[in-house]
């Protein structure tokens, strides 16, 4: 059984930081892109960042210099260092694993963690 598991989220005031962690259980955690969502209330869900088995990175140009993704295959977690954070950072922050495999996606979620960002 397939878990991901978010922790972090929290009230925090602009221009403070924030850190999410993702535990993952029941994948080969290391061969799986690792990445982070994010939905505000009345938007589509949008990418964060996503960092491949070889470590690449990529990020929406929104948090670009103040998100950085990283993981440790050994512990199996993904993390979200997120600073200077700013209103329009509210949201439900959501792990990924995505692989394809043999032509097929396997996609994986969490259930999220709330990040709101107010004074």
């Known amino acids: 059984q397939v878990q991901l598991v978010e922790s972090g989220g929290g009230l925090v005031q602009p221009g403070g930081s924030l850190r999410l962690s993702c535990a993952a259980s029941?994948?080969?955690?290391?061969?799986?892109?690792m990445g982070w969502y994010r939905q505000a209330p009345g938007k589509q869900r949008e990418l964060v960042a996503t960092?491949?088995?070889?470590?690449?990175?990529n990020y929406a140009d929104s948090v670009k210099g103040r998100f950085t993704i990283s993981r440790d295959n050994a512990k199996n977690t993904v993390s979200l260092q997120m600073n200077s954070l700013k209103p329009e950072d509210t949201a439900v922050y959501l792990c990924?694993?995505?692989?394809?495999?043999?032509?097929?996606?396997?996609?994986?979620w969490g259930q999220g963690t709330q990040v709101t960002v107010s004074s």
């Open positions: 029941g994948i080969l955690f290391s061969v799986f892109t």
């Open positions: 990924n694993a995505h692989r394809w495999l043999l032509a097929h996606s396997y996609d994986y």
């Open positions: 960092i491949t088995s070889g470590g690449n990175t």
